[in-house]
């Protein structure tokens, strides 16, 4: 129940093309619904986060679309560009503040 | 800039030798955590200090542990690195511990095991 499932596991889109993330919780107790980029060598970083009491957020590109009675919420990068080529994981937080991530997905973006 | 600094960037230890691992921060975050992350995976929570209240996961095992001199530095010991243990050791800060809004993560350490 305290899991965060996440697909595709590696998307390759061409560039201006639009990417998108899926991720699926099952505890409704979480609150938190965060996005972190990682490049290679480098540590996660924030890139956008939701609570559940919206439906969408949107920050540049960068577009977060929550659906709670579906327990679902996607990434979509809008014009996605090469240097978005990065790994991506949807987290939710869960029980004591910690919080619960996905297992990536390797997005490439092709020139 | 106010970070989170790791070293070293790579450590290469022998298997059963004991290792350490650091980190510093100068965001003044009360909160300091530990995770593991190996290859194609999501990182692994292993644990978390609140100032010096220090909290383990259920599924840590005993071979690791950790130290928070003071606010600033937090360090991870592995007792005895077995090959398993070869991977990337991310550390990471928040402001609080609860309601957690955003984790300032290091670059990490990639940690090889021979």
């Not at chain 1, 965060?34 to 009491?53: E, H, N, S």
């Not at chain 2, 259920?58 to 592995?78: E, G, K």
């Amino acid at each position: 129940q305290q899991q965060v499932k996440q697909s595709p596991q590696s998307l390759i889109v061409q560039k201006g093309g639009i990417s998108i993330i899926n991720c699926a919780y099952e505890n409704t107790a979480f609150d938190y619904f965060p996005w972190y980029q990682q490049f290679p060598g480098k540590g996660p970083a924030l890139l956008i986060a939701i609570r559940p009491d919206v439906s969408e957020k949107k920050e540049g590109r960068f577009t977060i679309s929550f659906n709670k009675s579906a327990k679902q919420f996607s990434l979509h990068i809008m014009d996605s560009q090469p240097g978005d080529s990065a790994t991506y994981f949807c987290a939710a937080q869960g029980q004591g503040g910690k919080l619960i991530f996905g297992q990536g997905t390797e997005l490439s973006v092709k020139p | 800039d106010a970070m989170v600094i790791q070293n070293p960037r790579y450590q290469v230890t022998q298997f059963g030798k004991p290792v350490t691992l650091s980190c510093s921060q100068t965001l003044n975050h009360n909160v300091m955590y530990w995770y593991q992350q190996k290859s194609s995976q999501a990182p692994k929570l292993l644990f978390h200090y609140y100032d010096k209240d220090f909290n383990n996961e259920a599924d840590t095992p005993d071979n690791f542990q950790s130290r928070r001199p003071n606010t600033s530095f937090c360090f991870l010991d592995i007792r005895s690195p077995g090959l398993g243990d070869a991977a990337m050791y991310l550390c990471a800060t928040s402001r609080k511990q609860f309601l957690v809004e955003k984790l300032f993560f290091g670059s990490g350490t990639q940690l090889s095991v021979l």
